[in-house]
């Protein structure tokens, strides 16, 4: 009896134990299919939102090819204005070059023409027949040569002393311990206002006052210093680190010294700007000249120049001053200003650009 008693509690449990295991089995069954579910459902939300992406993509490569087909128009509308803006600069320059560029071929063409071609009352760009007549003439008869020395003395000259005299000025002007430094610098910008016709009359009483008149002092002395230029050298001094004179003095260095050594190497581009502009105006004088010279002797270019082509005469009753003439002695007064300024070009721009912005 207590075996099959045994036997039957051990079957109960048994067939209990295995619905229990089915049950969890079931369970688990259940929770894999939801999780499962849980995944698929998760890949469809990936899906859902992978598909939400494509479409913003494409919604995004879509205003991105609108915005270029925009852009596009735009360009191309603004090329065809461009293009008219450019026909039209390039025109407008080419105008504004023959004005130029015409009247100095002629001058050219007419001094290497023959007295008789030059004669004829139109514009020439090229000689008909090159001649070298006009240059000696005007050289060896009408003796060009002696207005032309006395232009390069003064141009020389003057153009030495002011360069000189500006530069140790607007040396002065950058010392820090100067008394008065920012009044000099308002005085000298004031003296740039007034212009020479509003004080011409003074000028030539004093230059009657100290005997210069009729020589070329006074237009040598007359000038020699410029407001523009003392400030254009003080600025450009300004760009020179103040800790290299110091360390300079330091080292027993004289002010002259420190300034010719130090200031003017560092400073070639203004110095050259300075030069630049000195000479071309020394050269080209023409009202002081007339103020103060009326010996012939003392002529210089311009006078010369003024005398040559408003003069139908010649200086002598043997030949008339024709047209190649007068064109030869343009020519020769132009010809230093075209011969100098190539070499100084990239000094004279940089001096102005760098030299004027410097505070």
Request: glycine share 8%; hydrophobic share 45%; net charge positive.
């Amino acid at each position: 009896m207590l075996p099959t008693k045994q036997a039957g509690a051990i079957k109960r449990q048994t067939m209990e134990e295995d619905r229990r295991g089915r049950k969890t089995e079931a369970d688990g069954l259940g929770s894999g299919a939801a999780g499962h579910g849980r995944n698929e459902a998760g890949l469809g939300s990936g899906a859902a939102g992978h598909g939400r992406n494509e479409a913003g993509l494409g919604s995004s490569a879509a205003r991105r090819r609108q915005q270029l087909r925009v852009v596009n128009q735009s360009a191309g509308s603004r090329s065809f204005g461009g293009l008219i803006f450019d026909i039209g600069n390039v025109l407008f320059l080419l105008l504004l070059v023959s004005t130029m560029i015409i009247p100095l071929l002629n001058t050219l063409a007419l001094s290497f023409s023959t007295p008789l071609d030059s004669m004829e009352p139109t514009i020439i760009l090229w000689p008909k027949e090159i001649s070298v007549e006009g240059y000696a003439t005007v050289w060896n008869k009408v003796k060009l040569w002696q207005p032309f020395w006395n232009n390069t003395i003064v141009t020389v000259w003057g153009t030495l002393g002011h360069v000189l005299l500006c530069s140790l000025a607007g040396y002065v002007l950058i010392q820090r311990n100067l008394p008065g430094r920012r009044l000099m610098v308002t005085f000298i910008l004031l003296t740039m206002m007034v212009p020479f016709e509003t004080v011409m009359i003074p000028v030539y009483i004093v230059n009657k006052e100290l005997g210069l008149l009729n020589t070329l002092t006074s237009l040598i002395l007359n000038g020699m210093v410029s407001g523009f230029s003392i400030l254009l050298m003080r600025n450009y001094f300004l760009a020179v680190p103040w800790e290299l004179a110091e360390s300079s003095r330091l080292d027993g260095a004289s002010e002259w010294r420190i300034y010719a050594r130090l200031y003017l190497p560092l400073a070639a581009s203004g110095l050259a700007t300075v030069t630049l502009f000195e000479f071309v105006g020394k050269w080209n004088h023409f009202t002081s000249a007339v103020l103060f010279l009326s010996d012939t002797s003392k002529y210089t270019l311009q006078v010369a120049l003024k005398a040559l082509i408003i003069d139908t005469t010649a200086t002598s009753s043997n030949f008339i001053i024709t047209k190649n003439v007068r064109m030869a002695g343009i020519v020769i007064a132009l010809l230093p200003l075209v011969v100098i300024y190539p070499f100084v070009q990239r000094y004279f721009v940089k001096g102005v650009m760098v030299g004027a912005t410097k505070e």
